[in-house]
T-cell receptor, first 114, second 112 residues
Framework: KAGVTQTPRYLIKTRGQQVTLSCSPI?????VSWYQQTPGQGLQFLFE???????NKGNFPGRFSGRQFSNSRSEMNVSTLELGDSALYLC?????????????FGPGTRLLVL | GEDVEQSLFLSVREGDSSVINCTYT??????LYWYKQEPGAGLQLLTY?????DMKQDQRLTVLLNKKDKHLSLRIADTQTGDSAIYFC????????????FGKGTKLSVKP
């Protein structure tokens, strides 16, 4: 079974631009969660989608948004990029039944904002 | 809210055992996880333990859970240079529901 895939793997943007990241979960997984990883803050939860609905949300500004499609693929969008948005963005998928719900992570998208 | 604490660095010699420690604050954390991250890579799930267990062993990995002290440890037997990585402890906020809360990670360096 293929693992979680994320595209693109690397991205360079300038301040003020917007960016869209994509995540394809493991086949059969209906939950997709997004995390931001930075050296200073570590791994922080952004949001979780299940069956095309946002089920859980972390403490990030509204510039960070996401969505999930009927095939469970998810996209994350960051508008009006700031230098501090430079980070590794990880997505994780799980079955979504909430008992145990082990999350499997993709390789991440490394975003650099100049 | 939930907080997960880990020591930042650990250095061991090849062949020795490594013990990575983690403490958490949320007593309702039903599931606790250990993830490994190699340079430039995502997170790899190593193992997990349910709160009704005290110990779980999986080949070279042993997880010990002390619920009273809210302390979790990961022991790696016969540590190899390929085990050099950052190890993250994570708990699920609010028990079986909710998102994962991660520690800052422990960087394990294995010297030959």
């Amino acid at each position: 079974k293929a693992g979680v895939t994320q595209t693109p793997r690397y991205l360079i943007k300038t301040r003020g631009q917007q960016v869209t990241l994509s995540c394809s979960p493991i086949s059969g997984h209906r939950s997709v969660s997004w995390y931001q990883q930075t050296p200073g803050q570590g791994l922080q939860f952004l949001f979780e989608y299940f069956s095309e609905t946002q089920r859980n949300k972390g403490n990030f500004p509204g510039r960070f948004s996401g969505r999930q499609f009927s095939n469970s693929r998810s996209e994350m969008n960051v508008s009006t990029l700031e230098l501090g948005d430079s980070a590794l963005y990880l997505c994780a998928s799980s079955l979504g039944n909430r008992e145990g719900e082990t999350q499997y992570f993709g390789p991440g998208t490394r975003l650099l904002v100049l | 809210g939930e907080d997960v604490e880990q020591s930042l660095f650990l250095s061991v010699r090849e062949g020795d055992s490594s013990v990575i420690n983690c403490t958490y604050t949320d007593s309702s954390s039903t599931y606790l996880y250990w993830y490994k991250q190699e340079p430039g890579a995502g997170l790899q799930l190593l193992t997990y333990i349910f709160s009704n267990m005290d110990m779980k062993q999986d080949q070279r990995l042993t997880v010990l859970l002390n619920k009273k002290d809210k302390h979790l440890s990961l022991r790696i037997a016969d540590t190899q240079t390929g085990d050099s990585a950052i190890y993250f402890c994570a708990g699920r906020l609010g028990g079986s529901q909710g998102n994962l809360i991660f520690g800052k990670g422990t960087k394990l360096s294995v010297k030959p």
